[in-house]
Nanobody
Framework: QMQLEESGGGLVQPGGSLRLSCATP????????IGWFRQAPGKEREGVSC????????TYADSVKGRFTISRDNAKNTVYLQMNSLEPEDTGVYYC????????????????WGKGTLVTVSS
């Protein structure tokens, strides 16, 4: 069982930035591809970004390309999501999730999920 804990959410004005973190105590972290997903009120969950187990080939949803950057530090068992130029449409609960695989995808079929962190973009 892999425990994932998100942090870094909060209230930010449009155009602002936040950095989300996803950490785990698991020593197998480096074997897992990690994804970030979000769910806005009244909407289905959607994939935002993901990164392979080795840190290469990041993938982004079209809605966040050029604004969000995903990265990972396997020595710290942590994945980051830097979010810039935030828009009200980015509001939602952000979840990180892990899949025992080298390559990542945004289809949502992950093995482990965190509890989420709330991001609110509002003036």
């Amino acid at each position: 069982q892999m425990q994932l804990e998100e942090s870094g959410g909060g209230l930010v004005q449009p155009g602002g930035s936040l950095r989300l973190s996803c950490a785990t105590p698991s020593t197998s972290f480096g074997k897992f591809a990690i994804g970030w997903f979000r769910q806005a009120p009244g909407k289905e969950r959607e994939g935002v970004s993901c990164i392979s187990a080795t840190g290469g080939t990041p993938t982004y949803a079209d809605s966040v390309k050029g604004r969000f950057t995903i990265s990972r530090d396997n020595a710290k068992n942590t994945v980051y999501l830097q979010m810039n130029s935030l828009e009200p449409e980015d509001t939602g609960v952000y979840y990180c999730a892990a899949e025992l695989a080298w390559l990542c995808n945004l289809n949502g079929n992950m093995d482990y999920w965190g509890k989420g962190t709330l991001v609110t973009v509002s003036s």
